[in-house]
């Protein structure tokens, strides 16, 4: 490509809208344009980036045995009520209506059309397993879209589905594609993590997330250094430090005026926050629960969410808790809640403690000395604290770690959790009618560019990994009008071209400083700058994007060197 023919527009400024690194390099790059909120244009350079990841992607995909299909984004709605998902999925599901008035879901996922497709298809168990795969546009209505395309309201997705006669099989391909997101993951050049994670609205049994390591990652990845064990913090399970739990032994009720957080209350009695427990009123389907947990940690709801298996779950409004407590807000407790009708679960680290200090379920008191058991009885203990640094591993009981990360995969065992909703059946070797056992597969291929520039940048500009870059190589001309040094140039151009080297040449008649800039900005892993005083010697100046110094070479080997840079 040359310069001057291309739609290449890099911005000067910051673009002030954009909250993280790889959001603003993308649109200071001119590689995406915002249309709506959560909504993009891909541009050249940008569109580039992203066949190349779905050609890597597409690559490992066949390579695993899997097969590409293509299926619609519109999908009736006959068929999300077939696994109850129409509702389920909520308001983050887009929905149209066409001119009969019938509703159709823009898919934010293709579980139930792929299931679908293979209960049309597939009848016998001698035509499994089956691994098909699309890459295409998906549609969330994010409460909060951010971050550029790292979390879009259209976004591509690769998206696979396993489909096997038993159990033993289905864990088969899931392990095939765990092993395919690595092989991707490791050519893309990501520094990365497999961690065990919560299934959320996909469903079934287990799943684990592919999480790109950055700082600036959304997501909290708990760690052990000592063994193999990680996971996103929002399923992470661990042990915690056994503390405090001394708040007397004698049932009192304290007038505790003014006093509104755990460590105003901890002090106020001379105690320390882990003496504390506190209690916190959600409402799950429908009714009021109420949880608590030790002074000092907090609560996971996602795990929550998993333990008491609801399906919706808030906390309570402040009127809900006046109306069902008498008391209003951050005076909650254990005592005397079971005669208001509001089921009562603990966590572990309440379960181990003497005595605590809880709210008094009335306005401005709080009881001490209170003692599980005697004071008040739990419908049940269970595990739903936020783990965090300093914990002890589930598995080894070793010192938890914690670091960020980036979500860029997301594998799945479903299990029959569709296939059973959706009656998709084959008949197995003894002719009995079987439903398949299922697993999905999901990858970010949009989202990737944006971890790839988190992962690697400097305060010049995007640093791309080979693999993915927009173009492998720049050439820069410093000065247009020395002939000499641009009919090299050019000459090297089509070489590089020959060899399918991705190469682009900056033709423009601007100042080196501008060319420099932008190379650096777009983040060409190799540059070429062709000028007047190296080039009466008979040399070029080389520099890899990664590397501070450049080198320079003989004219002669200048092709050599690239080659040798984009390899290593
Ligand atoms: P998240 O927790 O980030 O919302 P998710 O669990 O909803 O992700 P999946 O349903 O597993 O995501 O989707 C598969 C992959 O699609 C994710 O691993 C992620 O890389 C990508 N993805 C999900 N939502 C978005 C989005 N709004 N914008 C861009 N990519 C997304
Ligand atoms: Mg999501």
Redesign the pocket.
């Given at each position: 490509m040359k310069w001057t023919e291309s739609l290449i527009s890099t911005l000067r400024e910051d673009p002030k809208e954009a909250e993280t690194i790889s959001h603003k390099l993308m649109l200071k790059a001119g590689l995406i344009m915002k249309v709506a909120s959560?909504i993009y244009n891909f541009l050249p350079l940008g569109w580039k980036v992203v066949l190349k990841i779905v050609n890597i992607i597409r690559e490992e995909m066949n390579k695993a045995g899997a097969q590409e299909v293509l299926m619609p984004i519109l999908s009736p709605a006959e068929l999300w009520q077939e696994t109850g998902r129409w509702s389920f999925y909520g308001k983050e599901m887009f929905r149209v209506k066409d001119r009969q008035d019938k509703d159709f879901a823009l898919g934010?996922?293709h579980e139930e059309v792929i299931t679908d497709m293979v209960r049309k298809y597939v009848n016998s168990y001698r035509q499994l397993p089956q691994i098909l795969y699309q890459i295409q546009v998906?549609f969330?209505d994010?409460i909060r879209?951010r971050f550029g395309?790292?979390?879009?309201?259209e976004?591509?997705?690769k998206?696979a589905y396993s489909f096997d006669k038993d159990e033993e099989n289905a864990k088969k391909s899931y392990q095939r594609m765990f092993d395919t997101y690595n092989k991707i993951f490791s050519r893309i050049g990501f520094k990365f993590r497999a961690v065990e994670?919560d299934t959320?609205?996909?469903g079934g049994t287990s799943?684990a997330?592919?999480m790109v390591l950055a700082d600036t990652g959304?997501?909290t990845i708990v760690y052990c250094p000592n063994c193999d064990y990680a996971a996103n913090v929002e399923k992470a399970e661990g042990k915690i430090e056994k503390k405090g739990g001394n708040a007397g032994e004698k049932l009192e009720k304290i007038h505790t005026p003014e006093i509104r957080t755990v460590e105003e209350l901890a002090n106020f009695l001379k105690l320390k926050p882990e003496d504390t427990a506190k209690t916190i009123l959600y409402m799950a389907d429908g009714g009021m629960i109420a949880v608590m947990m030790r002074g000092d940690r907090e609560i996971n709801e996602i795990k929550l969410k998993n333990a008491i298996k609801a399906n919706e779950l808030r906390l309570a409004t402040a009127e809900e808790i006046v109306n069902k407590t008498k008391a209003p807000v951050g005076f909650a407790g254990p005592v005397n809640l079971k005669e208001k009708g509001i089921k009562l679960y603990i966590d572990n680290s309440v379960a181990e403690m003497e005595t605590m200090v809880c709210g008094g379920n009335e306005k401005d008191y709080h009881y001490s000395g209170v003692k599980r058991g005697r004071d008040f009885k739990e419908d049940k203990i269970i595990d739903v604290i936020k783990i965090q640094k300093g914990d002890f591993c589930p598995k080894c009981g070793k010192e938890l770690s914690e670091q960020k990360g980036?979500?860029?995969?997301?594998v799945?065992y479903l299990g029959d959790k569709y296939s059973k909703a959706m009656n998709a059946t084959f008949l197995d070797e003894k002719g009995k009618s079987k439903v398949f056992v299922m697993g999905c597969y999901?990858?970010?291929?949009?989202?990737?560019a944006a971890a790839a520039i988190e992962q690697n940048y400097d305060e010049n500009g995007i640093i791309w990994p080979v693999s993915i870059a927009p173009f492998e190589v720049v050439i820069i001309p410093v000065n247009m009008k020395y002939k000499e040094g641009t009919d090299f140039a050019f000459k090297l151009y089509e070489d590089l071209k020959e060899k399918n080297i991705d190469v682009i040449i900056d033709d423009r008649d601007v100042s080196p400083g501008v060319k420099f800039k932008d190379s650096d900005l777009i983040g060409f892993p190799i540059r070429v700058v062709i000028g007047e005083k190296n080039f009466k010697n008979g040399k070029v100046e080389v520099k890899l994007r990664k590397e501070k110094q450049a080198e320079v070479v003989e004219k002669e080997k200048v092709i050599d060197k690239i080659i040798e840079g984009l390899k290593g």
């Open positions: 959560g934010p996922t998906k969330r994010e879209p395309i790292m979390r879009a309201r976004f591509i997705m998206d994670a959320g609205a996909i799943s997330e592919f959304e997501e980036i979500e860029v995969g997301h799945f999901g990858i970010g291929v949009t989202r990737i």
